[in-house]
């Protein structure tokens, strides 16, 4: 099964929570577990990172316009995925993909009651890709994951690959 993430104007999907920076609304952060691409603007994400239960946090969401999308083991790519699993703060990380070949995106998760995750988010090794938005999120979206055994910058058939397996 699949996992999907877009941030939307209203909330949609199984799991959603608002999304606001600098105190104010920039729309809902929805999420979707299901193998068809539940909205246009929905990009995959390790489904890992969705959680019920998941605390309030902020990231650093990097979308890329379709026409700036790296392959994604493009070196940029990939040193960007070096350096936040070599820093260790963040508490998930995920790039975020449309097609099996190109990175849309990245996702960089700090839950809000750990200091040192959120100063890492202002230094985002993905924002060298494109822009990046620092949105607080609410509960009960993203979670905590824990790093991969295997290697955490190739991919698989298309998705990233199995973190439980190498």
Do not use: K
């Amino acid at each position: 099964m699949r996992a999907w993430l877009a941030l939307l104007d209203g909330a949609a999907g199984e799991l959603h929570a608002p999304a606001t920076e600098n105190d104010r609304t920039q729309g809902w952060l929805c999420a979707w577990r299901t193998d068809a691409r539940p909205h246009p603007s929905a990009l995959q994400v390790d489904p890992r990172l969705l959680d019920e239960q998941g605390q309030a946090c902020r990231i650093s969401l990097v979308l890329l316009p379709e026409n700036a999308r790296p392959i994604a083991d493009d070196p940029i790519a990939l040193e960007a995925r070096r350096a936040v699993l070599r820093d260790g703060r963040p508490a998930a990380v995920s790039m975020l993909t449309a097609d099996p070949v190109h990175l849309a995106g990245a996702i960089t998760v700090a839950r809000a009651d750990r200091p040192s995750e959120l100063i890492a988010l202002r230094d985002d090794p993905f924002a060298r890709l494109g822009p990046t938005r620092l949105l607080d999120i609410g509960e009960g979206l993203l979670g905590r994951v824990l790093s991969c055994l295997g290697p955490v910058v190739e991919r698989y058939a298309g998705a990233p690959w199995p973190f439980d397996e190498w």
